[in-house]
C-alpha cells in the first residue's frame, strides 16, 4: 500500500511539472530584420515550442515580422500559463505598475454586438481602453468580435468636496451592547449600504461592530436640535421628474433633513427615479430595546412579496406587521425588518441576520472568471525527479510535501468539475519551497490585479506574510489546514474548525438531543477543565476518579449505574492506553439492563491507536464531533480514481472541497469574501465551511460533523 501511494504521489508531481504552472523569469525580446524563430529560440536556448506558448499571435513555421515583442522564457524552466504573461503585456506595452493602478471592487460582464468599439464599450462603462484590455488579456493579441464576453471592472468612485458627507446633519451614536449593525440600522430606518456611507470605519467584508463604537447616523429636526429618542419612517419610491420642493411640501420635511437621513443621494449625486427614501413619521417612539438578546434581523431584497416574504421566513403577515409597523406603506427593498430571536424559516442566522439559503450550483454566473494563485511547499528544489527511487523516499519522508500534493491533487479534480459547470479559471501554482524570501519575490513580481484568492500556504508565519501582502488587493487568502489564531490578518480564511469550536457543536448537539440520561464524565488531569465545563453544562453529571490518572475502578464504575435509563459516559484523555482501558471496562458492562453509550468532545490521536477495539466503540456508539467525515463512493471520487489511479485520502477531499467553495462562491458573485458573507454554510464531500470574521483577527470556520459508530461504519448523525 505505501508503494502504491508513492507511486501515485509521483505521479501527481509529474503532473504538476507537466502542467507548467509554476511561476518563473521571463525577457522581451524586440524582433529584428531577417531574424527568424529558430534563431531567436537559438539565442536564449529555449524550444521554438516555448516560444510559441507564449506568442499566441505567431503561427508555427510563419515569417516573424521586425519588431514584434517577444515573450521568452528564461532557459531550462517550465513555461508557465498565460496568466503568468498579463503582468509582462503590462510591461511590454507601458502599462501602469500594480502598485499605481487602481483595484477594481468587482466586474460587470457585457457581450460585444456587432460593430461596437473598445473606444465605444469604454465611454458606455467610464473606463479606460487600457483598463478592458488588462481584464481581458486576449483583447492585446485579437480584434474585437461580436459575442466575445469582457468583464468590465468596476471601480469605487472618488467622492468630490461638494458631495462629501456633512457631519453638520448627523449625530453621533455609541453602540450598546449586544446591538448589531441591522438592530441600529433597524432603530434608524435605514440600510445597511446607509449606513456603511455614513461610517466608512466599518468593514465592508464582516458584520462585526464593537460594543462603545461611536457611529455617524442622521439627525433629523432644525439645525442643532438632537433627536434624542430614534423616529419611526415611511418608505417612499420617488417618481420621475421628483424635485425637493415637491418632497417638501408633500412630507412637510426640509431637503436638507430628507439628504441627512437618506446619504444615497448624495453618493447618486440627486434625486433619482426608483430611489427608495425614508421619510420620518411626526410621532416617534423609541426603539430601545431592539437588540439581538430579542430579535434577529432581515433586510428585504427586490421583487419579494409578502407571500414569499412570509414563506421564506417562516411567520404569517399580520405578524409580522405587528413587529414592523412601517411594513403598511409596502415591502420596500433594503427595508430591515426584525423577528424573534427564537424564529424558525428557510433560512440561516450569522451574528443576528438572516441569510438566503442559496444553491451555489444554482447560482453560477458563467461571466465571473476566477484567478486562483496556489502557494504550496512541494519542496521541488530539494527533489531529483529523474531518480524516481530518492524522489519517492524525499515524498514518503516529508510531510509537508504529502500534504501539499494530496491537496493539490484534489484541487485538480475541482478545476476539471468547475470547468464542466461553464466556469473558466486562470491558475498559477508557486512552489513556496518551505522559503519566505522566495515566496516574497515572487509576489512582488506577481500582478496580483484580478487575483480572486490565494490557497495556501500551510506555514503559518508564511501564512501571515502573504496575508500581508495582498492585503492592499483586498485578496482573501484561504490557510487549508489551519483552524486560526489570535491576531491574525483580517483576509485569512482559516479552513479547519478549532478544537473548541468543535466541542461547542458537541455539547449544543447532547443539548438538544439529552432528555433523561444519566451522564458519567472519566477525564484525567490534562483534562479536567473540560471535566467542568461538562459538569458546569450537566449540573446532574458524575465524574470517576481515575488511578494514577490511567486506570478505573470497575465496581465503582458499576455503582455509578443506573438501570432504568441510558448512561452517557464521556471520556476526556488523550492518553490511547487508558481510551482501551475504558472501551473495554465499558464494553463488557453492557448488558440487558446496562445500556451504555460513550462520547467525547475531543476525538484526538489517542482514540485512532492500534490498542484501542473498534469493535468496542462500535458496540458502545461512540458518539464525537469531527472536522470531516467519510466519504462515500460519489461522483468526486469515481473522478478521482480515473485521474490518479488511488483512493483520495484526507487531503484530496479537503483539496477538492475547498477549491471547489472557492470557485463556486467567485461564480456566483465574483468576490469571496462578499459571498461568504452572504451564503452562510457550506457543504461538499466531506468538508463544511461557514466561515465567520473574528474580532481583530480573520475568518474561522464554525463548520463540523457529529459522527457515531454504527454497527462498525462510521456515519454521520443527523437530528
Do not use: C
Not at 134 to 146: A, F, G, M, P, V
Not at 235 to 254: D, H, M
Amino acid at each position: 500500500m505505501k508503494i502504491y501511494r508513492k507511486t501515485f504521489l509521483l505521479t501527481v508531481l509529474v503532473l504538476l511539472l507537466s502542467g507548467s504552472l509554476f511561476a518563473q523569469e521571463f525577457k522581451t525580446h524586440a524582433v529584428k530584420q531577417g531574424e527568424t524563430l529558430e534563431s531567436i529560440a537559438k539565442q536564449y536556448k529555449v524550444s521554438q515550442e516555448s516560444i510559441l506558448k507564449l506568442n499566441r499571435e505567431i503561427q508555427r513555421g510563419g515569417a516573424v515580422k521586425a519588431n514584434t515583442i517577444l515573450v521568452i522564457p528564461v532557459s531550462g524552466e517550465p513555461v508557465t500559463n498565460v496568466v503568468s504573461v498579463h503582468s509582462l503585456l503590462q510591461e511590454i506595452t507601458g502599462k501602469e505598475t500594480a502598485e499605481k493602478q487602481k483595484v477594481p471592487v468587482g466586474f460587470y460582464t457585457h457581450k460585444t454586438r456587432r460593430k461596437e468599439t473598445l473606444y465605444g464599450i469604454s465611454k458606455k462603462y467610464k473606463v479606460s481602453e487600457d483598463d478592458l484590455k488588462r481584464y481581458n488579456t486576449e483583447l492585446y493579441s485579437i480584434q474585437l468580435k461580436k459575442g466575445m464576453e469582457l468583464r468590465i471592472p468596476k471601480f469605487r468612485r472618488e467622492t468630490s468636496k461638494e458631495r462629501q458627507i456633512d457631519e453638520a446633519d448627523y449625530e453621533i451614536y455609541t453602540v450598546q451592547p449586544k446591538e448589531t449593525r441591522w438592530s441600529i440600522a433597524h432603530k434608524y430606518g435605514i440600510t445597511i449600504d446607509s449606513l456603511l456611507v455614513l461610517n466608512p470605519v466599518l468593514s465592508k467584508t464582516s458584520n462585526y461592530i464593537a460594543g462603545g463604537q461611536q457611529l455617524l447616523l442622521p439627525k433629523i429636526g432644525s439645525e442643532g436640535t438632537k433627536v434624542q429618542n430614534p423616529q419611526k419612517f415611511i418608505w417612499y419610491t420617488v417618481p420621475a421628474k421628483q424635485t425637493f420642493y415637491s418632497l417638501e411640501k408633500k412630507f412637510g420635511i426640509a431637503s436638507k433633513d430628507i439628504i441627512a437621513l437618506n446619504p444615497e443621494i448624495k453618493e447618486r449625486g440627486g434625486l433619482k427615479e426608483g430611489m427608495v427614501l425614508r421619510i420620518p413619521e411626526k410621532s416617534s417612539e423609541t426603539a430601545a430595546g431592539v437588540t439581538t438578546e430579542n430579535f434577529i434581523f432581515y433586510e428585504v431584497k427586490a421583487k419579494e412579496t409578502q407571500f414569499s416574504l412570509s414563506r421564506k421566513l417562516g411567520i404569517g403577515y399580520s405578524e409580522l406587521l405587528a413587529l414592523n409597523p412601517d411594513l403598511k406603506d409596502g415591502l420596500k427593498e433594503g427595508m430591515v425588518l426584525k423577528l424573534p430571536k427564537t424564529q424558525m424559516g428557510d433560512f440561516d442566522v450569522r451574528n443576528a441576520l438572516i441569510l438566503d439559503k442559496i444553491s451555489l450550483l444554482d447560482s453560477i454566473r458563467s461571466g465571473n472568471r476566477a484567478k486562483l494563485l496556489f502557494l504550496l511547499p512541494f519542496r521541488l528544489d530539494r527533489l531529483n525527479v529523474n531518480d524516481k527511487e530518492s524522489t519517492m523516499l524525499a515524498i514518503e519522508n516529508r510531510k509537508d510535501v504529502n500534504y501539499s500534493l494530496g491537496l493539490y491533487s484534489g484541487a485538480m479534480v475541482a478545476l476539471d468539475s468547475i470547468a464542466k459547470l461553464g466556469v473558466s479559471v486562470d491558475v498559477k501554482t508557486i512552489d513556496t519551497q518551505l522559503d519566505a524570501t522566495h515566496v516574497r519575490g515572487v509576489l512582488q513580481r506577481e500582478n496580483l490585479n484580478g487575483v480572486s484568492a490565494v490557497f495556501g500556504p500551510l506555514e503559518p508565519k508564511m501564512l501571515n506574510e502573504v496575508a500581508a501582502q495582498v492585503a492592499s488587493y483586498n485578496i482573501p487568502v484561504i490557510a487549508p489546514l489551519a483552524d486560526g489564531a489570535a491576531q491574525s490578518p483580517a483576509n485569512v480564511f482559516f479552513a479547519m474548525p478549532s478544537e473548541k469550536v468543535l466541542r461547542e457543536q458537541m455539547l449544543a448537539y447532547i443539548s438538544r438531543v439529552k432528555t433523561d440520561e444519566n451522564i458519567i464524565i472519566i477525564a484525567d488531569q490534562k483534562n479536567k477543565g473540560i471535566e467542568q465545563t461538562l459538569i458546569s453544562k450537566f449540573p446532574q453529571a458524575k465524574t470517576v476518579d481515575l488511578k494514577d490518572d490511567r486506570t478505573l475502578s470497575i465496581d465503582k464504575l458499576n455503582q455509578l449505574f443506573v438501570l432504568d435509563r441510558e448512561n452517557w459516559v464521556f471520556l476526556e484523555t488523550d492518553q490511547a492506553n487508558l481510551v482501551y482501558h475504558v472501551g473495554s471496562v465499558l464494553n463488557s458492562s453492557i448488558s440487558k439492563d446496562v445500556k451504555l453509550r460513550l462520547f467525547t468532545t475531543n476525538k484526538n490521536k489517542a482514540f485512532d491507536a492500534e490498542v484501542v477495539s473498534y469493535s468496542h466503540l462500535s458496540n458502545l456508539r461512540f458518539t464525537y464531533p469531527s472536522a470531516s467525515r467519510e466519504v462515500a463512493a460519489n461522483g468526486f471520487v469515481a473522478a478521482y480514481k480515473k485521474r490518479f489511479g488511488a483512493e483520495p485520502d484526507a487531503f484530496a477531499v479537503r483539496g477538492f472541497d475547498l477549491t471547489m467553495d472557492i470557485l463556486l462562491k467567485i461564480a456566483y458573485k465574483n468576490d469571496y469574501i462578499g459571498a461568504t458573507n452572504s451564503v452562510g454554510e457550506t457543504s461538499y464531500t466531506g468538508n463544511k465551511f461557514n466561515f465567520v470574521k473574528e474580532f481583530n483577527a480573520g475568518y474561522s470556520n464554525k463548520g463540523g460533523y457529529i459522527l457515531g459508530f454504527d454497527k462498525m461504519r462510521i456515519v454521520e448523525i443527523k437530528e
